[in-house]
């Protein structure tokens, strides 16, 4: 069925590549995302928007490793910007509405070459964007564009995939939700760092950075009347930047050090949105949450 929708959206595509732009050609798909905290991400990671690539011939698109899928975004001017790393690499912040600077897109997905250093073999799209909520049929922007680079239409393949977005129609996830499973990761974590598990650790830390990306558009509590977004998004570049980087090397007791970092900021804003009776413990191994002694709601 994957083969067929493939074989139908570049067949459309070279048909109609000299002709009138159709109707979709001209749809497009905003950010479900707030930019500035990803942004921040971006730069607390060492990231750089100046290293986005922005290939306009098909032999440009030889710098990307092959077999590797990296996250892409068309730009109404029929452009294409590709993060300059895959989208497998760790603590990658290069994500699809900092490839757009936030901007409106044709399209956004995943890119994969298959190339031989000199000839582009093939070029296979997906359109999993959950920032931009984009469809299979959006691909079909995408697949002019490689053509009119110069990418053989036969050498290109569509991969179908469900709208993945981070609503789906529904409300924001509550911050409740989210913080129950955050708390879960995060002791996990904590727990193989006592142990001194360094892949545990490690494991446990990428499904938290997962469960993480869901905070900036998190619904906060209705009885809460501060603007916990700046929090957020300072958490998010701080404290847990630094535990993302620590995690990255060998040094477990630098490792355990983030992680209590990291413990006081979640403290940080518990007390700054009212709720800090949750008490995230600073020492590794021990249940999230604790609790505080009654009236330490404040307490940090």
Not at 76 to 94: I, K, M, Q, V
Not at 134 to 150: E, P, Q
Not at 197 to 212: G, I, S, T, V
Not at 247 to 253: I, K, M
């Amino acid at each position: 069925m994957r083969a067929l929708l493939a074989f139908a959206l570049v067949l459309s595509t070279a048909c109609h590549s000299r002709g009138p732009a159709p109707v979709d050609d001209d749809l497009r798909y905003a950010s479900h995302v707030a930019l500035a905290p990803l942004a921040a991400a971006l730069r607390a990671s060492g990231g750089d928007p100046a290293r986005i690539v922005r290939p306009l011939r098909a032999r440009d698109l030889l710098a990307l490793r092959a077999n590797e899928r990296f996250k892409f975004v068309l730009g109404l001017d029929r452009h294409f910007a590709l993060a300059p790393l895959p989208a497998s690499a760790p603590h990658n912040e290069y994500v699809h509405p900092v490839l757009a600077d936030g901007a409106p897109v044709r399209t956004a997905g995943g890119l994969r070459v298959d190339h031989d250093g000199s000839t582009v073999r093939a070029v296979v799209l997906d359109p999993e964007s959950r920032s931009y909520c984009t469809d299979t049929a959006s691909l079909r922007a995408a697949v002019r564009a490689l053509i009119a680079m110069g990418v053989e239409p036969a050498s290109i393949t569509v991969l179908a995939r469900p709208v993945a977005c981070v609503d789906d129609g529904a409300p924001p996830v509550r911050y409740g939700a989210l913080m129950h499973t955050v708390g879960s990761r995060f002791e996990m974590l904590g727990r193989a760092l006592a142990a001194d598990n360094r892949d545990a650790a490690r494991y446990a830390l990428h499904e938290l950075d997962e469960e993480l990306d869901a905070l900036p558009t998190a619904r906060a509590p209705d009885e809460t009347t501060v603007d916990l977004a700046p929090h957020a998004q300072g958490f998010l570049a701080g404290p847990f930047a630094a535990l993302k980087r620590a995690g990255e090397g060998d040094d477990l007791g630098a490792f355990r050090a983030a992680w209590s970092a990291t413990a006081a900021g979640c403290n940080g804003c518990h007390a700054v949105s009212g709720h800090g009776f949750l008490r995230v413990p600073t020492v590794p191994g021990e249940a999230v949450p604790g609790f505080a002694a009654a009236g330490d709601a404040g307490a940090r």
